[in-house]
């Protein structure tokens, strides 16, 4: 089975592509720029992208632009849409059986308390616009290739290659400020719930997923959520970073300082998935192992 994965030098692309190739499988990381290790392929060359995708079974789009790099819509649309598209013409002439379009939550409306699959969407901002509109038009484009589009929840962990990007996170944020100033500030309120996974539980879920597909031993749907059992108000993902890093720093104070310790109340999000339950894939059981590798990624390089 041979897999490209497009956006390898990317936060999620990177860790994907490594984890697969761990696992055996022949996976091509591809990237517009030079890095050893992955592919540089020029994707205005419609040459160089048939003749990549030549005999390839599965591509796992990563590449665009995440909710901070999406602020012109002219850039959003034209990573998170249009590019999707271009590529998955191609898939098609090339009889690519599955391909997979990296999502986002951020996709649904906001203020929603329960989301499924079939939730209300929100077109507020460039990059929900831009991925809602990749979703739609990449889907149109199937006839004889599967799209997957995977809608995902906070994802978080250390990068494979050094990535600015990911530090946005707020666990990866988190991480980083306390370990370097020892203390860090949160402006949000405590009890703001969101789910995380990390990225090592995302990267089977990937695993299984096209495993399921090249066995055929499951019809897969358009959409899924991916979610985990990590349904967490931020105050406990200061107490879990906390935790772990007083387990590797024995000797040294850290500290996580809310600003706004006002208590709203805020009700849970409940952000489910049809299919991981049909799988019983909800439990992630690598989030503190995560958290741990995170802190000693931070130790090695800041």
């Known amino acids: 089975m041979r897999i490209v994965i497009t956006g390898a030098s990317g936060f999620l692309g990177g860790r994907i592509t490594n984890f697969l190739k761990a696992k055996k499988f022949n996976v091509i990381g591809c990237s517009n720029r030079k890095i050893e290790g992955l592919k540089k392929v020029n994707w205005n060359s419609k040459k160089e992208t048939e003749n990549l995708l030549e005999a390839t079974d599965v591509v796992v789009n990563c590449a665009g632009r995440d909710i901070h790099r999406s602020k012109l819509k002219t850039k959003a649309m034209n990573s998170n849409s249009y590019f999707p598209q271009k590529l998955m013409k191609v898939a098609e002439r090339k009889n690519v059986k599955l391909f997979i379009f990296i999502s986002s939550f951020h996709v649904y409306k906001k203020n929603l308390f329960r989301i499924d699959e079939k939730s209300p969407l929100n077109k507020d901002n460039n990059y929900s616009l831009s991925k809602i509109d ?55 309120n405590v009890d703001l719930y969101r789910n995380y996974s990390s990225i090592e539980n995302f990267c089977y879920f990937i695993k299984k997923i096209i495993n399921l597909k090249n066995n055929n031993k499951l019809n897969l749907p358009k959409i899924i959520n991916y979610t985990t059992n990590n349904n967490l108000p931020i105050s406990k993902v200061a107490i879990n970073i906390l935790k772990n890093l007083r387990k590797v720093y024995k000797n040294k104070k850290f500290d996580i300082v809310f600003k706004n310790k006002k208590i709203i109340n805020s009700q849970k999000i409940i952000f489910s998935s049809k299919f991981q339950s049909r ?16 802190i000693l990624y931070c130790k090695k390089n800041f």
Request: overall charge positive; some cysteine; aromatic content about 12%.
């Open 279 to 294: 799988l019983n894939f909800n439990i992630d059981k690598y989030f503190n192992t995560e958290i741990k590798n995170l």
């Open 134 to 188: 990749g979703e739609n038009k990449v889907q149109k484009l199937s006839k004889n290739t599967q799209v997957l589009i995977i809608r995902s929840c906070n994802l978080f962990g250390h990068p494979f290659y050094k990535n600015k990007n990911c530090w946005n996170l707020l666990f990866n944020n988190l991480v980083r400020t306390t370990l370097k100033k020892k203390t860090a500030y949160i402006k949000s």
